[in-house]
């Protein structure tokens, strides 16, 4: 009877998943495995939002591998070591996993891949994260792409809507020894303040097709205008799945277009808005795939001259806990605390408020976002915050500082989701409650703070800054 070891990752659903389908087609029994080593992330260790949705969509795999008479083998320490340990013991003579593209977890496989070949043991890794893999999309020179429009261009002329793959039928799972639990890996954190976590989402592959059902069925027909106002549900929030592997792109795009192709041709909502964000997925990849020092080092080396502002711990608490005095700012970081998320206008605006009007280097956000985000996830991290700050890839141009009241009047006119994140300020005129500090009694009644900066002459500043920067 031939056995082999399934490596799950980022991968962890059962439908869609290649490792999982070559495995159970090439061999008479499979053992799923979940290693935990969150030291060989390099720089990169999950954060505590991260971790929360982690533990819930490993419960969520272990009953469907139950449901389907099997079980997930849980071990920590050393991937290498663990695989070893796990051929001895169940006679198993492969290995497979789906391919994760960050670059700490790219050395780590190609070193494990070489150790394993070299002792006799195959070894097969598949493509399951992304449409296309980072190497596959390119110039006509052969080199990768800097910008997103001429890239999307490529990579969209490639996609087809094919049909995912199914849970195999036959899901024979090995038994093997020395299983840790769940619990023991101490992903959850000891003190409560996963309430609104829990409150806001379903991790697991049963959450992911629900949601991605819920936005085919209601918020794909208004995307491309619903997707800028925070205080709907105008986007699909499936990207903590996607950064899980808990859904695919290809998933994704296969249901969209079923569900779409039910309607009347004269109202069939247009998902190419939609199927552009994923792309921007993708390029996120591919950037960090051909430029693997950009989560901590500028794309564009113009900026390493650039004179940021010296780190300001007491400025970065209030920023981080929604206390700037700016009410779209602090609206979409009680957010992002609460929840886990926050609306990607809102993201832009927070990250453009940190960077300019405060002028803090990037890396202080990527960090914050990193620990808090759920659906942190190191290519889009990167790429969202050097696009804001102007020294990414394709960036917003560093002169170009979103004004969050400006950003707040035109897409939460009636102040929604501003009331909703900031309780104090929920009863104040809606004339007022973009500007409070026009208003010193409504500050001091309602105890929301002055603003940490006047936006005028911080932008002033930061374009200053700039100038000087350029020589």
């Known amino acids: 009877m031939t056995t082999a070891i399934l490596l799950l990752r980022r991968d962890l659903r059962l439908a869609d998943n290649p490792a999982l389908a070559a495995a159970c087609a090439a061999h008479e029994q499979v053992l799923p495995l979940y290693i935990h080593a969150p030291d060989e992330d390099a720089d990169w260790v999950p954060g505590a939002a991260s971790r929360w949705w982690l533990h819930h969509s490993l419960a969520s795999l272990q009953r469907g591998l139950k449901a389907r008479g099997g079980e997930l083998h849980i071990r920590q320490g050393d991937t290498l070591a663990v695989l070893q340990a796990l051929l001895e013991q169940t006679g198993a003579g492969a290995v497979y996993w789906n391919r994760l593209y960050e670059p700490a977890t790219i050395r780590r496989d190609t070193s494990i891949k070489a150790a394993l070949r070299e002792r006799g043991v195959e070894v097969h890794s598949s493509h399951a994260a992304l449409w296309r893999e980072p190497w596959q999309i390119a110039t006509r020179q052969g080199e990768p792409y800097r910008v997103f429009t001429p ?57 992911a097709e629900e949601l991605l059902e819920l936005f085919g069925d209601d918020a794909i027909g208004d995307y491309a205008q619903a997707r800028d106002l925070p205080a709907r549900h105008g986007t699909s929030r499936l990207s903590p799945h996607l950064h899980f592997g808990e859904i695919s792109p290809r998933q994704i795009h296969h249901a969209l277009h079923v569900q779409t192709q039910r309607v009347d041709a004269r109202r069939r909502p247009d998902i190419e808005p939609y199927l552009r964000e994923l792309g921007w997925r993708e390029f996120a990849h591919h950037l960090l795939y051909h430029f693997p020092g950009t989560p901590t080092e500028n794309f564009n080396p113009r900026f390493d001259g650039f004179r940021w502002a010296a780190a300001d711990e007491a400025l970065l608490q209030r920023w981080q806990h929604g206390r700037t005095g700016i009410p779209l700012v602090d609206a979409g970081m009680r957010e992002l605390w609460h929840t886990g998320w926050m609306h990607n206008r809102v993201r832009m605006i927070v990250a453009s408020f940190l960077t300019k009007n405060l002028r803090q280097h990037w890396l202080h956000g990527a960090r914050w976002f990193w620990d808090t985000l759920v659906d942190a996830d190191l290519a889009n991290n990167t790429l969202g915050w050097q696009w804001v700050a102007g020294c990414g890839a394709d960036a917003a141009p560093y002169f170009r500082v979103f004004n969050p009241v400006t950003q707040s009047l035109k897409f939460d006119p009636q102040g929604s989701y501003l009331r909703r994140w900031l309780p104090e300020l929920a009863e104040a005129p809606t004339a007022l409650l973009h500007e409070p500090w026009k208003d010193p009694a409504l500050l001091k009644r309602s105890g929301y703070p002055t603003p940490v900066v006047d936006l005028g002459a911080s932008r002033a500043e930061a374009l200053a800054a700039y100038q000087l920067s350029r020589g």
């Open 151 to 207: 890239y999307w261009r490529n990579l969209r002329a490639q996609l087809s809507v094919s049909a995912p793959l199914p849970v195999p039928s036959s899901l024979r799972c090995a038994k093997a020894t020395g299983s840790t639990s769940l619990e023991s890996l101490a992903l959850l954190p000891r003190i409560g303040w996963d309430g609104g976590l829990r409150e806001a989402w379903t991790p697991g592959e049963q959450g």
